[in-house]
């Protein structure tokens, strides 16, 4: 072996060009990058979090404090590190909130594991125990902390959109944009082949206007898109639209790159030049003959063409971006048309690659104007239009509207909601606790540092609202241990819903003070910071081979 390695040490060199870091050196070393990362994100956490300004390398400026963004920002180079990155954008993708709690929760249970291990408890204990204290803690949650929206009420809806928003940059406006999330979400809903209600988030479309206050922002039903009509003499709205979405220019037709024409006769130049302008005049033709009378275009169409629509009655809407392109054709029910040629060869224009809609019609927003299709046939949209001073604002304010949409979508779909504030963590650790004392094995010792790792989150909330964490945990933990051991009809079983009122610095009831969260959130949550800190927990040895240097070319000058 000493052949193959340099020294005995936990750091040795390979023959191959690389190193080897072993043992608890690699252990050490993953937990302090994953606690590098989570020191960054936990201080904007709660609804008193603070902002992080990022200014990536062609200064290029991002106001955030949403962990998921501010991770995504960040050039992190160890593979441990990315590890918890990756984790912070899954829960944005599943859920749309939680992201910084759960990159905190992975790095405590990390460094608890840590400790363990240095006492000399095997990595596989401390991962079996992991994984029991998750399993019995989503049970839990299941069971005693769920509560049905249909019970609370649709305020309820109105109640997470708050919570969720109340520590970014929209929570200053009280319920005026929770209420404008829950209305723009429950204007989409739609049935999927079982039968089960579906709030498709793609649905909901976000434009962004410079200018005016927060609170002139709107919210309509309808589709828009922040580009106006191609002609000035077109009509500003067109009623029960045939609409037709192509992606394909209607310029004059040139001939592809390196196709040449040889002609004996001068004259017939114009007849090419002529013909040129003829195969997208009737293709034009086409269409307005087919009987669309609103026309979507991701590239261009020249002004020869747009005259013809506009004669014809019909209205156009160039470079439409393919994204809006794609929606627009769902939600109408036409079909994203690339050319119009048919399978014998020839051009055509079919109906049933045509939507339709109630109304398309040209509204003016500020100083631009906006196309707004109302009334798609296939799948229900809606608009929300936010105002704002600068693109940092509303940048900040499309995120965290887009994170309050995600959780009404999960509480509207899984229909359950857990109080906030820290309730479920201090719940869970009582829980676990006492659970840990049943089990007569070293796992016990993993799942008490599980339950402890929770208390991290209401830890971080009070500290980031310049309270006295140790007297409010103690408390909360009193007040989640007397609601365990009470009967079910015991007025002290309700202190399960008491968590942190940050704003007041003392514990209330969450339930009736409105602070929830999705069920769904929280399960997830533990679910995925379990899996990260067992997957960083399993790696004992971190091999890095050294990059091939290039020999220098004798030939090269300076």
């Known amino acids: ?28 070393q993953n937990v302090m990058a994953a606690m590098s990362i989570a020191n960054v994100v936990k201080s904007s956490l709660g609804p008193v979090g603070l902002d992080k300004m990022l200014v990536d390398d ?22 441990a590190g990315k590890i918890l990155v990756k984790l912070a954008q899954q829960q944005d993708t599943e859920v749309g909130d939680g992201t910084t709690s759960v990159v905190i929760i992975a790095a405590e249970l990390l460094r608890r594991a840590n400790e363990l291990i240095k006492n000399h408890i095997h990595p596989a204990t401390v991962i079996t125990g992991y994984r029991l204290a998750c399993k019995e803690a989503c049970k839990f949650i299941a069971d005693q902390m769920a509560l049905k929206v249909d019970k ?91 609409i037709a979405v192509i992606d394909f220019d209607i310029n004059k037709t040139r001939m592809k790159m390196g196709v040449n024409i040889v002609i004996d006769n001068p004259e017939q130049l114009e007849a090419i030049r002529k013909r040129e302008a003829d195969i997208s005049a009737e293709r034009a033709r086409m269409l307005i003959d087919a009987g669309v009378t609103a026309v979507f275009s991701t590239r261009g169409i020249d002004e020869m063409y747009v005259k013809m629509f506009a004669e014809a009655g019909a209205v156009t809407v160039t470079r439409v971006p393919k994204d809006d392109a794609r929606r627009i054709a769902k939600g109408t029910g036409a079909s994203l048309l690339t050319t119009l040629a048919n399978l014998d060869g020839d051009e055509s224009v079919e109906p049933s690659s045509l939507g339709s809609a109630e109304l398309v019609e040209q509204v003016r927003l500020s100083d631009d104007d906006i196309v707004v299709i109302r009334g798609a046939n296939e799948q229900p949209a809606s608009t929300v239009i936010l105002r704002g001073a600068n693109e940092y604002m509303l940048d900040e304010m499309e995120r965290s509207l887009h994170d309050s949409l995600c959780t009404v979508k999960r509480v509207l779909e899984s229909g359950a909601v857990v109080p906030g504030g820290g309730a479920v963590e201090a719940a869970l650790d009582i829980y676990l606790e006492s659970f840990a004392t049943t089990l007569g094995s070293r796992e016990q010792l993993a799942i008490v540092e599980f339950a402890n790792s929770l208390l991290s989150i209401p830890k971080q909330l009070s500290t980031n609202a310049a309270k006295d964490s140790i007297e409010l945990i103690a408390k909360l933990r009193a ?66 081979l050294l990059p091939e240097q290039q020999e220098e070319d004798p030939h090269a000058h300076m």
């Open 58 to 79: 062609i200064g290029e400026v991002t106001i955030s404090n949403d962990g998921a963004t501010i991770l995504q920002l960040l050039e992190v180079e160890h593979p």
């Open 1 to 28: 072996m000493s052949g193959i390695f340099g020294s005995n040490s936990q750091e040795s060199h390979l023959f191959i060009g690389g190193t080897r870091v072993s043992g608890q050196e690699v252990r050490s």
């Open 479 to 544: 007040y989640h241990s007397a609601a365990q051991k009470a009967s079910a009809d015991s007025p002290r079983a309700l202190l399960k819903h008491y968590g942190l009122d940050l704003h007041e610095g003392k514990l209330c009831d969450n339930v009736k003070a409105g602070v929830l969260e999705p069920a769904m959130s929280k399960i997830k949550m533990l679910k995925s910071a379990t899996e990260a800190a067992i997957n960083i927990l399993r790696i004992d040895d971190m091999i890095k």
């Open 152 to 242: 609370l009420g649709e305020e309820a809806l109105v109640n997470v959109a708050m919570t969720t928003i109340s520590s970014k940059i929209l929570g200053t406006y009280g319920t005026f944009f929770a209420e404008m999330a829950v209305k723009a979400l429950s204007a989409v809903k739609t049935t999927d082949f079982r039968g089960k209600p579906r709030y498709p988030v793609n649905a909901v479309n976000i434009l962004k206007v410079k200018g005016a206050s927060a609170r002139e922002s709107s919210y309509f039903t309808g589709y828009a898109l922040y580009r106006p009509f191609t002609g000035s003499a077109m009509q500003h709205s067109v009623k029960n639209p045939k």
